[in-house]
């Protein structure tokens, strides 16, 4: 959100000047407007779900060593450019690149 707290005007403009567009979302409006939580973080959490029921069925269990390699394959499923832009269009917000 847009929260004096959430934003660094430094920050911003060099993020501008490398042709980064940011977005102030307003606040209390996360459940319909974040396209992270709108239609990223679901297949996420499936995804992993799924990495853990993989390592169970191999007689594994998910440990400080393995969770970092676990979460990654998850990830790399759920962080698709087609699944990220749709959580944008879910939104109404659409990239603008």
């Given at each position: 959100?847009?929260?004096?707290?959430?934003?660094?005007?430094?920050?911003?403009?060099?993020?501008?000047?490398?042709?980064?567009?940011?977005?102030?979302?307003?606040?209390?409006?996360?459940?319909?407007?974040?396209?992270?939580?709108?239609?990223?973080?679901?297949?996420?959490q499936r995804a992993y779900s799924s990495a853990?029921?993989?390592?169970?069925?191999?007689?594994?269990?998910?440990?400080?060593?393995?969770?970092?390699?676990?979460?990654?394959?998850?990830?790399?499923e759920a962080f698709k450019p087609e699944t990220?832009?749709?959580?944008?269009?879910?939104?109404g917000l659409r990239p603008v690149n």
């Amino acid at each position: 959100d847009g929260h004096g707290s959430h934003t660094a005007h430094d920050l911003r403009k060099l993020a501008v000047d490398a042709g980064i567009h940011c977005y102030c979302l307003p606040a209390h409006t996360t459940h319909k407007l974040q396209p992270l939580d709108v239609g990223v973080f679901g297949p996420l959490q499936r995804a992993y779900s799924s990495a853990v029921d993989d390592l169970i069925a191999k007689g594994e269990t998910v440990t400080k060593y393995n969770v970092i390699e676990t979460y990654m394959k998850a990830q790399k499923e759920a962080f698709k450019p087609e699944t990220i832009l749709s959580a944008f269009q879910k939104t109404g917000l659409r990239p603008v690149n």
